[in-house]
Antibody, heavy 123, light 107 residues
Framework: EVQVVESGGDLVQPGGSLRLSCVAS????????MNWVRQAPGKGLEWVSA????????NYADSVKGRFTISRDNSKNTVFLQMNSLRGEDTAVYYC????????????????WGQGTLVTVSS | DIQLTQSPSSLSASVGDRVTITCRTS??????LNWYQQKPGKAPKLLIS???NLQSGVPSRFSGSGSGTDFTLSINSLQPEDFATYYC?????????FGQGTKLQIK
């Protein structure tokens, strides 16, 4: 079964940092790009970042560029999201999702998704 | 960025009804449009990819169509488990973007 499981969400103060992890199983991890998508409480979905299967190519939403860094460890089937300079508007459930191809390209989709991990930024 | 506008934002329907949700994009995206279903407290689930490709395990009462800038998700003969929020997503250009969602409620 193809599966992704996130962890690392927590309560953090504004300006603080947090690292999220996503462990994948059931597929050849280094053959697929991975994405992070977030959902603020009661709001819609926002794509955050993508990383290619090799880790050599990354993409970010403007709202997180320069503050968040996506990376992956293919030996551990894990993708990470390092979040720095956190703001209140970063409060959300963060989902990890597998893409359909080696890199995030035209035709990208998100399947499957993990259960999500909650990040709360508040003093 | 490509903007996606779903209509309606909310919809009330009865079991057995047929409903249609529309997604309009601000730029032409060929058929690179995906649909997701999300139930309260759960992660989204991919229903349809590339505008009309039904994912394995998704009931055949779901269907998608469209190309360019106008897309539709239709659900025939609504079942109780179909009441959820539906999102469209464009996979044409980074940043990937979603519609604002359509909440399908039971009448």
């Amino acid at each position: 079964e193809v599966q992704v499981v996130e962890s690392g969400g927590d309560l953090v103060q504004p300006g603080g940092s947090l690292r999220l992890s996503c462990v994948a199983s059931g597929f050849t991890f280094n053959s697929y790009a991975m994405n992070w998508v977030r959902q603020a409480p009661g709001k819609g979905l926002e794509w955050v970042s993508a990383i290619s299967g090799s880790g050599s190519s990354t993409n970010y939403a403007d709202s997180v560029k320069g503050r968040f860094t996506i990376s992956r460890d293919n030996s551990k089937n894990t993708v990470f999201l390092q979040m720095n300079s956190l703001r209140g508007e970063d409060t959300a459930v963060y989902y990890c999702a597998k893409d359909r191809a080696l890199i995030a390209v035209t035709g990208s989709l998100f399947d499957p998704w993990g259960q999500g991990t909650l990040v709360t930024v508040s003093s | 960025d490509i903007q996606l506008t779903q209509s309606p934002s909310s919809l009330s329907a009865s079991v057995g009804d047929r409903v249609t949700i529309t997604c309009r994009t601000s730029q032409r995206i060929s058929n690179f449009l995906n649909w997701y279903q999300q139930k309260p407290g759960k992660a989204p689930k991919l229903l349809i990819s590339a505008a009309s490709n039904l994912q394995s395990g998704v009931p055949s009462r779901f269907s998608g169509s469209g190309s360019g800038t106008d897309f539709t998700l239709s659900i025939n003969s609504l079942q109780p488990e179909d009441f959820a929020t539906y999102y469209c997503q464009q996979g044409h250009t980074i940043p990937f973007t979603f519609g604002q969602g359509t909440k399908l409620q039971i009448k």
